[in-house]
């Protein structure tokens, strides 16, 4: 009796965080899905079929990675699966097209959480650093105009840019390593 509680509390938990990291994302997947078939009915299909794999094989999850990069890996190949299934009886996109676009997609995820966690960490830094990265990157002012606009010298214009560009990097690797980060 008190195996069978354990399992059930067990599966309930399991149950719930599914169900909230489904939810989170389920948008997104469906969007991902949609993205590599041409047909919103044959997107939805695969999506429903996904859903119940996903819910299957959630025990393989690891809950220290993306669930959105687990889920659209597995969307992957539910898409792969009936292209191959449905080749025959109608016109699809070749294997090779959708394997393409689905990395495009992939690359194109992993560019926007880099660019929204660029912006976050340019937003914790001191406002003089922020008008640097301005000034050097989105302006592209001379650094020497720089160095003459701030009263410093040249070399300490350089050397505090190194260490700002520094500081975001490792805060951009902080930031796309928490896997609940947006």
């Known amino acids: 009796m008190g195996l069978r509680t354990q399992t059930s509390r067990s599966s309930d938990v399991s149950y719930d965080t599914f169900l909230r990291l489904f939810t989170a994302d389920r948008d997104r997947l469906f969007a991902y899905i949609f993205s590599l ?3 919103r009915a044959d997107a939805e299909d695969v999506f429903q079929r996904c859903s119940l794999i996903l ?3 959630f025990d393989q999850f690891d809950p220290e990675e993306s669930f959105f990069a687990w889920a659209s890996g597995v969307a992957f190949y539910e898409v792969k699966n009936f ?3 449905a080749g025959r009886e109608r016109l699809h996109f070749s294997v090779d097209l959708v394997t393409q676009l ?3 997609r992939r690359n194109s995820e992993f560019e926007g959480r880099r660019v929204a966690a660029l912006e976050s960490c340019l937003e914790k830094l001191a406002e003089r ?3 640097l990265i301005r000034a050097a990157y989105w302006t592209r002012t001379p650094l020497n105009e720089v160095a003459v606009e701030g009263g410093m010298a040249l ?3 350089y ?3 190194g260490l700002v560009r520094r500081r975001l990097f490792e805060c951009v690797h902080r930031e796309m390593a928490d896997p609940l980060a947006p």
């Open 83 to 85: 292209l191959r299934s």
């Open 129 to 131: 650093d922020r008008d």
């Open 37 to 39: 078939l041409p047909r």
């Open 55 to 57: 819910w299957n094989k």
């Open 102 to 104: 689905a990395e495009d």
């Open 159 to 161: 050397n505090r840019l």
């Open 155 to 157: 070399q300490s214009v």
